[in-house]
């Protein structure tokens, strides 16, 4: 993957990483989001010196979605809280 640097590559294994997480029990807020995003954080910086493309586009990009989701979780949640307070 690091030679190629193939796009499309890079968006099917970010796909099927994102996939492979598979059925989700939710819980209150986008706890398990944020824990998902550090995790592969942390890969990225394991492997920024060896591999700095997978790094940055693969696994970075992975914990930029699991940011996004986890927020998009934390709004949901306090708008059920809302609603049921009403």
Known sequence: MEE???ERVFDGAHTEAYNSRGVVMREEGGKQE???AAKYREWSKALRVSHPFVSTHLLLGLANTYDRQGQAE???SKIRR???SW
């Open 4 to 6: 190629r640097r193939l």
């Open 82 to 84: 809302r609603m049921r």
């Open 34 to 36: 944020r824990e998902l």
């Open 74 to 76: 934390d709004v949901t």
